[in-house]
């Protein structure tokens, strides 16, 4: 099994490939959730100034001039990728409610 860096290595060359660019953030959180290489963001956050380390989301430095989001003290990412991920958590966390009958849950759905 692939592991999270070489994923996210191989949707990044993919997308190079096809658009010139670096893919969205949501997809790439999107692919990396269905791969299992990336858990749904909970646990404890700690930020602070960025050490160099890799985001795991884009691949790129977190820099010393960003803030560096560690969570569970494994997960390294920035604020735009964090904010991605802990969305994309939200969503599916709303898609595996169960239906109630009231509506209440499609209203939520995105």
């Known amino acids: 099994m692939p592991t999270m860096l070489e994923t996210t290595k191989a949707l ?3 997308n190079r490939a096809r658009r010139e660019g670096v893919p969205p953030l949501r997809e790439t ?3 990396l ?13 700690v930020t602070g100034y960025g050490t160099g380390k890799r ?6 430095s977190v820099t010393s001039e960003q803030v560096e989001y560690e969570v569970d ?3 390294i990412c920035h604020l735009p990728c964090f904010n991605v991920w ?4 939200i969503q599916r966390a ?3 409610l169960p239906d109630d009958g009231t509506g209440v849950i499609d209203s939520i759905r995105l």
């Not at 959730?33 to 956050?45: N, Q, R």
């Not at 985001?55 to 790129?60: G, L, R, S």
């Not at 802990?86 to 958590?89: G, I, M, N, S, V």
């Open 73 to 75: 003290g494994r997960v």
């Open 55 to 60: 985001c795991v989301i884009c691949y790129q």
């Open 86 to 89: 802990r969305e994309e958590t």
């Open 94 to 96: 709303i898609q595996a």
């Open 12 to 14: 990044l060359a993919s």
């Open 29 to 31: 959180v999107r692919a």
């Open 33 to 45: 959730f269905a791969t299992g290489l990336l858990p749904p963001a909970s646990g404890k956050v």
